[in-house]
Each structure stands twice: as structure tokens, then as C-alpha cells.
């Protein structure tokens, strides 16, 4: 109970100077990896958990399939097509460039590895998470296509990138190897997740819709319905074979189309919630993932980190960008923010609990590595990189009228904890 108790401490003197630290280059993500490690079992030991325990598993688990399903429901598949410009680029060329570098970067770095298991690493690695630099897609001194194709490429690539890591977990334990095989895993783990996510929103939308329109519903219950009808996309699809966070995205993507116009604040609880939960998800990465994982952190798992948040995120984007126009700050600033947060994390714990590949350690280690690397980096330079490149666009803008950077967008709507408009000037 005393480590429950300075658990609780901790959020509540957090959350009395949010809006301060939200200026400064210490973030949530950093205080809360940290704190894990110190009370966790590597240190003070006061915190009676382990990874392979239903409940971290589940609070992991839980928190991704929210996120899931919020951002999926919040942002527009549409007029994300239609204002494809930067968001397009960056998750119809850079994310597959990405996984594609990254499986080559693992292969070079651990000869131990596999195709397959590298493949594992790659994926895992490749979504970003935006919530680990907020004054990168928040300063509005950035501009607006920049800080909108960022977040919306955060809000969108964890889902994008399941069903690839389904497949590769599937090659590393050997089931792609005859048509039987390769037929379960694209029918059963991702068809049926597609299939009963696009039903469970489907049903859930036209639920809401027809209570709340005969007035039996309170606004409270419809908010808390949202988050609801992630878990229960999440539960439906796992005993039938499929995938819960395939099946968590689809629904909400399904959900948000049929009900965002008539209810827009449909996913304002599910929001807060999901803030709440993926700063509890960071304390457990510190304690019971990064505090194990640091004995087997070697030189080539800290020379992958490095290589997996600069080389292997920096050059697919900047084949992405060829063409657009764009300048090389902006190449840069859009290449270098691209943290490996929640999701990351998530899909390392989930894997090596329910798959067990055959170097789970190694696994761990380096997704681990890396993402510890990158609150710390990322964190620590959002602010004041933000800035920096906010003063050069403003300097070139004066001197120049015509920029791509300054090209007029419409807005597309994402998840309130990274679409706080903060002013870090």
C-alpha cells in the first residue's frame, strides 16, 4: 500500500504543475519512467509486480486498446485523404521505408537474429508517439501542416502497424511457412479482428444514436460508453482468434465515422482516461520492463536505439518528403520527432508474455532501450527545438512569400492530449 500511495502522490503533484512543466523539457513520460525504476524491483522493490502478472498485462493492454480506438475514432479517414499531404507521405511511404530500414538495422546489429524476429523489432519500433514531445504538435508558432502531419501520423501508425506485427509474430513461430498456415493468420487473426471491430462500432454507434436521440441517455454515460466499446472490441475478437487491437482500431474507426457529426465530444472521457492510463503505463515500463532489461543492455542495443530514433526514422522520411517542396529544417524537425512511446512498449510487453519468441530478452532489451532513449531525447528537446525552428520559419516567411510549409489546410480533429493548444514561444 506505501507504493500505491506514492504512486497516487506522484499523479496528484504532477498533475498541480502539468500546465508549468508543459513549458519546460521535463515531461510526464520522463518523470514516470523514471519514478518505475526507482520503486521498482531493480531498486527500492516496492512494487509487487511482474510483467507476466494479469493485471500489468491487462492495464497495458487496456490503455493501448482506448488509445486505439479513440484516436481512431477522433481523426477523419477522410479528410485525412483529402489533406494528404505531409500525414500521407509519412504513413503510405516513410512508416513502411521504416519498418523496411529497421528490420535491416536488426539484422546488422544482432546476427542472432532471425528475419522474422528482426521483423518483430522493426515493427515494434516503428509507430511514433507524439504525447512524448507535446510542444512539437502543440507550439503554434510551428506550422500548421507540420504540427497537424505529426499528429495525425502518431494518432494513426500504432493501428496501421498491427496487422504487420501479427504477420511477423506469426513467421517467428514458424506458422508462414505452409498455405494453412498463412491462411489462419491473415482469415482468422486479422480478418475476424476486422470483421467483429467494424461490428462492435457499427453496433455501438447505432446504439448511441438511437437512445440519445429518444433522450435515454445522460451525456456522462455516452462519454463513458466509448471506452467501454474499445474493451469490448478487444474481448470479442481475442477468443475467436483475432487480433483485440486490430479489432480495437477498426471499431473505432467504424464508431467515429457513424457518430462524430452528431455527438463530436463522443471521445472526450475516453481521452482523459487514455491520458491517465498511459502515464500509469510509463510507470510500469520503468519498473517491472526497463529496470529488468538494463542487465541486458549491451553496446549493440544502445547503438540500435540510437540508430532506430536517427537513421532508421530520419532517412525514410526524407525520401518521403522528396518532391514536397519542403525545407531542410522542416526535413529535420518532421524526421527527428518521431518518439517510440506507448505503443512501443505495449507491443513489446504483449509480445513476449503471449508469443514468448526465442530471444524474448533480447527483445525486450532493445525495444526497451529504445524507448527509454527516446522519452528522455525527445522529451528533452521538444521544447527548445520547437522554438528554434519556429524563430527560422518565421525568419524565412518574412523574407519569402511563398513557402510549402505555409500552405492553408483544414483542420483534422485529433486526441486532446496531444492537440492542446500551448503557446511555447
Partial sequence: MFGLALFAGLIFAYALVSKRLATTSVTGPMLFVVFGLVVGPK????????????????????????????????????????????????????????IVTGVLAALVFFDQLGFWEAAVIAIILSPTDAALGQAVVTNRSVPAMVRQGLSVESGLNDGIVVPFLTIALAGAANEMTTAAGIATVFITEIGLAIVAGALIGWLGAVAIRFAGGRGWMTRDWRLIAAPVLALVAFAVADPIGGSGFIAAFVGGITFGSLIRATYPDICDFSEGISHLLTMVAFFVFGALILGPSLSFLTWNTVAFGVTSLTVV?????????????????????????????????????????????????LILAVVSGAVAMSVL?????????????????????????????SLDIEHIPTRKRIDLETDHQ
Avoid at 511482474?50 to 479528410?79: C, K, M, P
Avoid at 525552428?389 to 518574412?398: E, G, I, M, N, P
Fill in 43 to 98: 531498486a527500492l522493490d516496492l512494487v509487487n509486480l511482474n510483467l507476466g502478472s494479469g493485471f500489468a498485462q491487462l492495464l497495458l493492454e487496456g490503455t493501448l486498446v482506448i488509445v486505439l480506438f479513440s484516436d481512431a475514432a477522433v481523426i477523419d479517414i477522410r479528410a485525412v485523404r483529402k489533406e494528404a499531404f505531409l500525414p500521407g507521405r509519412l504513413l503510405g511511404i516513410g512508416l513502411p521505408l521504416t
Fill in 313 to 361: 526514422r530520419m532517412v525514410p522520411v526524407a525520401v518521403a518528403m522528396i518532391g514536397t517542396g519542403l525545407r531542410g529544417p522542416t526535413v529535420l524537425y518532421v524526421g527527428w520527432f518521431g518518439p517510440r512511446g506507448l505503443a512501443s512498449l505495449v507491443f513489446a510487453g504483449t509480445v513476449v508474455v503471449e508469443s514468448d519468441p526465442q530471444n524474448a530478452p
Fill in 377 to 405: 531525447a525527445h522529451g528533452a528537446s521538444a521544447v527548445p527545438w520547437s522554438r528554434a525552428y519556429a524563430r527560422w520559419f518565421q525568419r524565412t516567411t518574412a523574407d519569402e512569400v511563398s513557402m510549402s510549409e
